[in-house]
Structures are given as structure tokens and as C-alpha cells.
Nanobody, 115 residues
Framework: QARLAESGGGLVHPGGSRRLSCAASLSIFPYVDMGWYRQTPGKEREMVARVGTAGSVHYADAVKGRFTISRDNAKATLYLQMTSLQPEDTAVYYC?????????WGPGTPVTVSS
């Protein structure tokens, strides 16, 4: 059973940066695409970035040019470097494989962008 633990969230001022990490207890981690997702109250969870097994990346238009996803297969860890953060980036951020495992949703890590 997958266990994914996100960390690194917190309060950030507009224009600031934050790095999220996701420790994956997932034996197949090196062999699957992984993604970062986010959710705000009243909205459906959306994927903001994904990284393939060979490192190919894809970003949602809302974060393109500001967020960078990366992975360390040896550590089974996924990262999301976020820069130029804006209030609309406020959300709970989750990691999961792509497509997501129903059992893979962790508690998420909240990011609040506010002055």
C-alpha cells in the first residue's frame, strides 16, 4: 500500500518561494509518473505538475514558468520548487502517482500565500 507524505508548506508572502517535498513509501516510485496536485475549498483537486520516469515534465498553464517539479528516484522523493507565488496559489498540495492511486492520497501540505 502506498504511503505519501508531503511537507514544506506554510505561509509565504506574495512573490516568495517555497519548496515542497514528498516522501514516497512506494516500491514502484521509480517506474511511474508522479505528480503534484492542489485543492482549494469548494474546488476539485487539480494536477499542477507531473514528471515522467525519464524526467519529462508537464505543467498546468497556471504555474508554468514558476513551478519546477523534480524527482530523486534513489530517495523515492518528489519535489516542487515554487517561485513567484501568488494568493491564487493558496491551496493544500498533494503528491501522488499519475494517474493517482485512490489509496495514495496523503494529508497534503497547506500553502498560504498572503501578505
Amino acid at each position: 500500500q502506498a504511503r505519501l507524505a508531503e511537507s514544506g508548506g506554510g505561509l509565504v508572502h506574495p512573490g516568495g518561494s517555497r519548496r515542497l517535498s514528498c516522501a514516497a513509501s512506494l516500491s514502484i516510485f521509480p517506474y511511474v509518473d508522479m505528480g503534484w496536485y492542489r485543492q482549494t475549498p469548494g474546488k476539485e483537486r487539480e494536477m499542477v505538475a507531473r514528471v515522467g520516469t525519464a524526467g519529462s515534465v508537464h505543467y498546468a498553464d497556471a504555474v508554468k514558468g514558476r513551478f519546477t517539479i523534480s524527482r530523486d528516484n534513489a530517495k523515492a522523493t518528489l519535489y516542487l520548487q515554487m517561485t513567484s507565488l501568488q494568493p491564487e496559489d493558496t491551496a493544500v498540495y498533494y503528491c501522488n502517482k499519475v494517474p493517482p492511486l485512490a489509496s495514495g492520497w496523503g494529508p497534503g501540505t497547506p500553502v498560504t500565500v498572503s501578505s
